[in-house]
């Protein structure tokens, strides 16, 4: 479970603002600020604000954090049930302390009992958890299956390496931690379209302003 990076995240909540880094298998590595990952920008705050949720709508975010999302979205639907999945037990603990009833949070998604949402987040570039191309895409479906008819998934992402999907090998590290080697997926716009559109799903994109420059959203919702 990755505790390097939710010791540098927890650490930068308690007033300590830190980095950790993260390595590429045969590339470089980069300096990552914790702050990047600590409170929604603008464009994430627009995006939460702008979904129509019914008022005891559920809402699924897969590798939330530290929940800055479902806080977000807390502040505007008060009776929303929200569900995290987060495989690290510091920033689960974090979540299930600090995001305001009702709520529940697991490590993955075999946990949840209720699989049924009116809103699927995977912000934060979080398509990178679902891991290689072929798990991509067999997790996307699964996720695209439990939403509800008028349901909607928001998917940020973005491939610096090239055309299509590519995954890479990754760890982190933060002081005297290190974290396990993990498997993290990027795509382009092309293939997050032609992968939800074959789903059924009318894809609508924006722009984000997360660090790199190369990252957009993918906001999709059942076609006509």
């Known amino acids: 479970m990755p ?51 019914p008022a005891d709508g559920r809402v699924l975010d897969f590798g939330c954090g530290v929940g800055r999302h479902l806080s977000h979205i807390r502040q505007h639907h008060g009776a929303a049930h929200l569900v995290g999945i987060e495989t690290c037990d510091l920033m689960r603990d974090h979540c299930a302390r600090t995001v305001a009833a009702p709520s529940a949070f697991f490590a993955k998604w075999d946990e949840i009992p209720d699989r049924e949402f009116d809103l699927i987040l995977l912000m934060g570039h979080g398509l990178g958890v679902l891991g290689t191309e072929r ?52 795509a382009d716009q092309e293939w997050i379209q032609t992968t939800l559109e074959g789903l059924g799903y009318h894809v609508q994109f924006h722009e984000s302003q997360a660090p790199g420059g190369m990252f957009f959203f993918a906001n999709a919702q ?3």
Request: aromatic content about 12%; proline content about 4%.
């Open 135 to 186: 798990e991509a895409i067999q997790k996307i479906g699964a996720l695209v299956g439990s939403l509800r008819p008028n349901g909607r998934i928001i998917i940020e992402s973005g491939n610096p390496f090239g055309y299509g999907y590519i995954s890479a090998e990754f760890t982190t590290s933060y002081q005297q931690w290190e974290d396990a080697p993990f498997t993290w997926g990027y």
């Open 222 to 224: 059942r076609g006509e």
């Open 3 to 53: 505790t390097a990076f939710g010791r540098a995240m927890l650490d930068s909540i308690n007033g300590q603002p830190q980095n950790f880094r993260m390595k590429m298998r045969g590339g470089n590595s980069m300096e990552m600020n914790c702050g990047d990952f600590l409170t929604c920008r603008q464009e994430e705050r627009q995006l939460l604000e702008d979904v129509a949720l």
